[in-house]
């Protein structure tokens, strides 16, 4: 099956199986790995990519539900100012996330911070309950997050 979608910004198109799953797809077909392939069952949050803007764990999307669809995974993303954003917040506040969950953690706090540009911190802990890692203690977490809320908002005012 020819499946055309846009990743990372630009048209693509595979020849895949219909039911391939799009983790497997981004890191064999395109060698986009940082996506990890981690519990395939959807739970850890390791395969979190943005569909058409909303958080997917791609371990649960088969290749047909793509056609058409818009893919950003952390490769693409991390070409953004949001993503600088988010990293230079999560170092001075001292949260590290393992190399299992980081691209998870960061593709959620960014949807998050697009849904509240203030954030509670019940909202935050909500925004990222899909990821399973406990790398981190969420104290910290709170406060990396508090901190890309506020570069973010200081970043786009400065642009009006």
Do not use: W
């Amino acid at each position: 099956m020819t499946v055309a979608f846009m990743l990372n910004g630009r048209s693509v198109t595979v020849n895949v199986e219909p039911e391939r799953r799009l983790v497997d797809i981004l890191r064999e077909d395109f060698e986009l790995t940082r996506t990890k392939a981690g519990c395939y069952a959807g739970d850890c949050g390791a395969c979190t990519v943005l569909l058409n803007g909303a958080l997917a764990v791609s371990c649960m999307l088969p290749a047909f539900a793509l056609r058409g669809a818009s893919v950003l995974t952390i490769d693409g993303f991390s070409r953004t100012r949001d993503y600088g954003d988010i990293l230079r917040s999560f170092n001075e506040a001292g949260y590290a996330p393992c190399g299992y969950c980081a691209q998870g953690r960061i593709l959620s706090v960014h949807v998050l911070l697009e849904k509240h540009a203030e954030p509670s911190e019940e909202q935050i802990l909500s925004g990222l309950a899909g990821i399973g890692c406990q790398c981190a203690d969420y104290s910290t977490l709170l406060r990396a997050v508090s901190l890309a809320a506020s570069a973010r908002k200081s970043r786009r005012r400065a642009r009006r």
